[in-house]
């Protein structure tokens, strides 16, 4: 534990030493929103049953929480680790070589969970409101972290495997039909019917359910919660093994 | 099982094997070698690049599974026992390991936590002096000279005190005077008691640093023994005589007399003169030509280099032998 705290430590003061990359990634998906919001507000107004109310950038909220905090930036710190020799510093160092995924994923944890308290401020400058009120915002934050750590797992598993960063960074177009493939603009009854299905295969569709009910509701729906928590520590435990097998191929 | 040899590093047989990938035959890369390193000693690991000088650090240092064989570092078996054998050593690789986003006091401390150095602090600031580097200490690495980084990257080697510390072409890549720096590291750090396995493709380098060294070419050794014992296996000293043309014939006739004389070959601008005692006979040599009526110009004696121990193992010289000629 102690080696994952130092070595996350580390990755941390690299996020704040190179903030274009945070910057980057917070200013995509909020410059989504506000331009999506822009076009269908209109459209989707507070009435619109499937908005119980709300604006439509709380229905688009969750979405861009999950888009905040989908990123490559872990694998592209890692591949950049190998290149300069610092991996095989830390292979040859005596500590548990798990800690070397584990620091990177634990760095991921804390970036998450800053960047999604700004996507959350600045929805709430557009009208969005947390119906589940605190208890809904401490969750939506540290979900959405959370589902950024498993996320990272893709990268980083591509980024051990592969040791190269063209192909790290390509591992971002994965995560196009992941979000697109969803009910991010309207809820999954109204998709048309071959879409519904590929949404429904989704696990990024429970995320973005399970957040977004949050948001809509007054009272926590423990069936999508459940359904959200499952899936990101399923994709979490499955990303994260590929990640640790990588690693451990790194050095034949 | 730890064992209490005199050796700080023992090799018998070792072999690393590359499968190879898409039918492709696989590669053979260090073919059985053996080697004995005394604990104390800077023993040299010298051959041209891709001769499996890298290669046969990274198993002993455990970052590459060991094909074939048996490696012992600081009395520890590396293929049963990695985890005690990185307790013990330390490494600083060709690559200089360290993220130009961190100060060079971080990445001190971050290490000495990985190795749960006590009083980390104290630690740092004594190694930083140690490799000069206090005054820049809390600027970030990328600001850092190749030689910085070289130091600092030392420095991380050597925050928990091993017992054998690998360095493999530390002075690649610098300049003539961050090399002569890292020249004096390495023996200070020696003379603290740590056993220094050093790589290098320059042959100046073996013989101002190491006691010992081994040759390998082709992922096998050729040569081994002290600096000195390997150009004196070699036989002859040679001295050079600056003749005209004209003057070979008679030259080589007056000089037939010589005592100790090996060998003589034409040189490119007079005679090369091969004896056991060269020192010696550089005034029998300029005797001998004046008697005969001719006066060299130029008279130089030469000792057998490390380039010559290698042109007699490998039946070539070493490429980029010296940095000026890697440049």
């Not at chain 2, 890298?54 to 009395?75: E, K, S």
């Not at chain 2, 600027?139 to 030392?154: A, C, E, P, Q």
Request: proline share 5%; hydrophobic share 50%; charged share 20%.
């Amino acid at each position: 534990m102690r080696e994952i705290l130092l070595l996350a430590r580390r990755a941390v003061r690299e996020v704040y030493r190179l903030p274009a990359a945070t910057i980057s990634a917070v200013f995509i998906p909020v410059f989504f929103m506000v331009v999506n919001i822009g076009q269908v507000n209109k459209i989707f107004s507070p009435s619109t049953p499937f908005l119980h109310g709300q604006h439509y950038v709380a229905f688009q909220l969750p979405v861009s929480l999950v888009f905040a905090v989908s990123t490559v930036t872990s694998g592209l710190a890692m591949v950049t680790d190998i290149d300069i020799g610092y991996v095989d510093k830390l292979l040859a160092a005596p500590i548990r070589r798990t800690a070397i995924v584990w620091g990177r994923l634990a760095a991921d944890l804390v970036r998450g969970t800053a960047v999604s308290a700004l996507v959350l401020f600045v929805g709430f400058l557009l009208g969005a409101r947390v119906r589940t009120g605190v208890v809904g915002i401490v969750l939506l934050i540290l979900l959405s972290a959370l589902w950024g750590v498993a996320y990272a797992g893709i990268a980083m598993a591509v980024a051990l495997k592969s040791k190269n960063v063209q192909t790290t960074n390509a591992s971002f177009i994965v995560f196009f039909p992941l979000l697109f493939l969803t009910p991010n603009f309207v809820p999954l009854e109204l998709l048309a019917g071959p879409l519904r299905t590929l949404a429904r295969l989704n696990p990024v569709t429970y995320v973005i359910t399970g957040l977004r009910d949050l948001v809509l509701f007054p009272s926590i729906h423990w069936g999508s919660l459940g359904a959200c928590v499952l899936t990101i520590a399923l994709t979490g435990v499955v990303l994260t093994f590929f990640s640790l097998r990588a690693l451990s191929q790194i050095a034949e | 099982m730890v064992t209490d040899s005199e050796f700080a590093i023992e090799v018998r047989g070792l072999v690393k094997r590359y499968r190879g990938s898409r039918g492709q035959a696989g590669v053979e890369a260090v073919r059985g070698i053996d080697l004995s390193v005394r604990r104390g000693e800077v023993f040299g690991f010298l051959g041209p690049n891709g001769a499996g000088k890298t290669t046969t650090v990274r198993m002993l240092c455990t970052l590459l599974p060991i094909t074939d064989g048996q490696a012992q570092v600081a009395g520890v078996d590396v293929g049963s026992n990695p985890a005690e054998v990185r307790r013990r050593i330390g490494v600083a690789l060709q690559e200089v390991g360290l993220d130009p986003r961190q100060t060079g006091r971080e990445l001190l401390e971050l290490q000495c936590g990985l190795y749960r150095v006590p009083r980390p602090a104290e630690r740092c600031a004594e190694l930083l002096a140690l490799v000069g580097l206090s005054e820049a200490a809390d600027r970030t690495v990328k600001t850092y000279s190749g030689g910085m980084r070289r130091r600092l990257d030392l420095a991380t080697a050597l925050v928990h005190e091993p017992q054998v510390l690998f360095l493999d072409e530390p002075t690649t890549g610098l300049d003539p005077a961050s090399r002569a720096t890292v020249w004096d590291e390495v023996r200070r750090i020696n003379a603290a008691g740590t056993t220094v396995f050093l790589t290098t493709q320059y042959l100046e380098e073996a013989d101002q640093l190491c006691r010992r060294l081994a040759i390998i070419d082709d992922g096998r050794l050729v040569a081994g023994g002290t600096p000195d014992a390997l150009k004196a296996e070699l036989g002859s000293d040679v001295i050079t005589v600056g003749l005209r043309p004209d003057e070979h014939l008679a030259g080589r006739d007056a000089l037939a007399a010589l005592p100790g004389l090996d060998h003589l070959t034409d040189a490119a601008e007079g005679l090369a003169v091969y004896v056991t005692e060269g020192a010696a006979a550089v005034a029998d040599v300029v005797r001998l030509l004046v008697e005969a009526g001719i006066r060299p110009g130029t008279v130089s004696l030469a000792r057998p280099t490390l380039d010559d121990v290698f042109l007699a193992s490998t039946g070539r010289r070493i490429e980029g032998g010296t940095p000026e000629a890697a440049a």
